[in-house]
């Protein structure tokens, strides 16, 4: 499973990145609003960080304008992949976008039905929102296990993120079900490493390392 890192903050960015483990990142103007920065300028400091697909999300919900944006935001770098919602325009914006090689990641998808209109739109990748399905009392992961089938019964070549991750649950979920993608919140991504079991464990071996050496 490919691992995103959902954020815009740098160092966040910067952190999990040397540890090997990013192979793409997502943002949203949300995101990038909270770190106070020009849009533009953080989205191009997220690619020079990391070489991998950047979802960076238009602002626009008119279809013309979502193109332009779109156009405009694939001219930042190669790894560019424009991030639209799932509304009756965006289905037109992604279909055109497509159709000039730029590739989408369709998002706020809550159901099948979304996924694939989707990706028959011609999306790169789309987004089912998990934790936000979780949280109406649907089980969000199954809603994204859901996509993968119809993703692999009609032979789209279509990627599914699981987006929306809460925790590291979440995450154990996402790869059971072989979900093709977890963008994941840089809190969680800490919690994946740590266990208080490996943290006993080399306690004891540097004390048993410490009693050999006297």
């Not at 790169?124 to 199954?142: A, C, K, Q, T």
Request: net charge negative; hydrophobic share 40%; proline share 4%.
């Amino acid at each position: 499973m490919k691992i995103f890192l959902d954020t815009a903050n740098l160092e966040q960015i910067k952190e999990m990145a040397e540890l090997g483990l990013v192979d793409g990142v997502t943002t949203n103007p949300s995101l990038i609003a909270k770190e106070g920065v020009d849009f533009i300028d953080r989205i191009k400091e997220i690619c020079e960080i990391v070489k991998g697909p950047i979802s960076a999300e238009v602002l626009s919900t008119e279809t013309e304008e979502m193109v332009q944006e779109g156009i405009d935001l694939s001219k930042i770098d190669k790894d560019i992949v424009v991030k639209i919602p799932c509304t009756e325009e965006g289905l037109k914006a992604t279909k055109s976008l497509k159709e000039k090689g730029i590739p989408v990641n369709m998002t706020l998808i809550f159901s099948p039905n979304q996924a694939l209109l989707a990706c028959k739109a011609g999306a790169r990748y789309i987004s089912p929102f998990v934790g936000r399905l979780d949280d109406i009392g649907h089980d969000g992961m199954e809603i994204a296990a859901k996509c993968m089938d119809l993703i692999c019964e009609y032979g789209f070549e279509t990627e599914v993120i699981a987006a929306s991750i809460r925790n590291t649950f979440h995450v154990e979920r996402a790869v059971s079900l072989g979900i093709d993608i977890a963008t994941i919140p840089h809190k969680v991504m800490k919690q994946l490493v740590k266990h208080p079991l490996t943290d006993i464990g080399i306690e004891k071996f540097m004390a048993d390392w410490e009693s050999t050496k006297k």
